[in-house]
């Protein structure tokens, strides 16, 4: 037999590390070329990574929950093969055995050139990586888990933070005894780790013996639940936490007194990126108040329309095709700045960024190309990134490239702000909540003052690049769009 060791690849963006989400196999299982084997979060996305040969998994040599640096051994797979083989560079694919057919395009291979080196992580407090399986149980190393069900997220500007994880670690107790790896669904794996809990330590009080969200938070709490469904072996354990506070004492959150969110993954690389931005390029913002009521009169007509009725239509989609109409008339306002060669570099194509806030912090994806879209091409990509955020699937190269953003602070009901430039980019403009007020208009016999619907805009631009001047007739051409669309027919 031949025995293949697969290093973590480079999942592509100049990414240097990742941390292992969920194993798909265990030692034991059969893979084919292209099967799924894990999933991997890296600081912009969550990534799954297929098996290059086909053969049996020998071992998983990573935990679920470890940060490990690209080009590190993650998973050895015999692949019935005679002698040795060697493993597969971060950086090549290999080949499937002979006689097998080999798919192209694996995701995540090839690692990226001149991609820098990281320095080695430090764990000066002693403790385990979250999601990482203890010492005193080898045997469960190569437990999987499983993937993370995110919940849905709109076009926003704001995150979501994710369930914190508590600052003292669940305490150790010996596993329940089960056949097979704990039973829980998602979204009850998901709060376990960031609680810190153990479930190979949580009895299950459901059908089947599976792990309920009570049983988890119970067990956190130190609540005896063992002893109560009549498992033993836990008494002890539950006695040493049973001076633990109750949710009551501190009403906020999970009812500690205080919590740790560890900063990685997304919301790392997001913190990284706003303090760059704020802090390299001089942010000027600019408000405009505009009646959008023939706006939304629009998005009612398209609504109704025969060829919009499987897509979703929103004033949103309405500002992105009026973004696309005034970077026309204005480019200057498209474009970055490129310290190194002491140049602005003006971008005649549109790849239009939605800032989306997920479970795991904020992503900003953008649509490829949206220069060259109709009207009903951007509302189906605007779906496709909405769904594929929410799903906690967007990619990489997703959001890689963009060059101008919208923010929609409106889901919230939130009138405007003064938005953060997505680093690489010149401007980004903010999308207020759209109210009912009083609006002076022209009537026959004079100024009338009517109900009428009125947003707000706020857009922040890189002085470097687009002066006063230029983000004014920008901003006011977006505006007089969103007044009336019909100036979309006069400008093209």
Known sequence: MAIRTFNLPDPGEGLVEAEIVEWKVAPGDTVKVNDMVLEIETAKSLVELPIPWSGTVRELLVNVGDTVDVGTPIISIDDGQGGDAPAAPAGETAQAPKGEQQEANLV????????????????????MPLGSVPESAPARAAA???TEQVAEA?????????????ESPAPAVEPVAREGRPKAKPPVRKLAKDLGVDLWSVPGSGPDGIITRDDVESFARGVNLPERQGVSGQGEAAASVSATPSPAAYPFG?????????????????????????????????????????????VDRLKRSREFKDVKVTPLLVL????ILAIRRNPGVNATWDEAAQEIVQKNYVNLGIA??????????????????????????????????RDGRTQPAEMSG???????????????????????ESAIVAFGAIRKMPWVVEGPDGDEIVVRHVTQLAMSFDHRLVDGELGSRFLADLAAILADPGQALVWG
């Open 154 to 166: 709109e076009p926003v500007a704001e995150q979501t933070a994710p369930a914190p994880r508590t």
């Open 320 to 323: 992105a095709r009026a973004m």
């Open 356 to 389: 989306a806030a997920t479970p795991r912090g904020l992503i900003v994806p953008n649509i490829k190309d949206a220069h060259g879209m109709s009207m009903l091409q951007l509302a189906q990509a605007i779906g496709e990134l909405t769904a594929t955020a």
């Open 402 to 424: 963009g060059t101008i953003t919208i923010t929609n602070v409106g889901v919230f009901g939130v009138d405007s702000g003064t938005p953060i430039i997505n680093p690489g």
């Open 144 to 146: 999987p888990t499983e």
């Open 108 to 127: 995540g291979y090839g690692a990226k050139a001149g991609a820098t080196a990281r320095r080695a992580r430090k764990q000066g407090d002693g403790r």
């Open 254 to 298: 999970s009812g500690e007194r205080e919590v740790r969110t560890p900063i990685k993954g997304v919301r790392k690389m997001t913190a990284q990126a706003m303090v760059g931005s704020a802090f390299t390029a001089p942010h000027v913002t600019e408000w405009v108040t505009v009646d959008v009521t023939r706006t939304m009169e629009l």
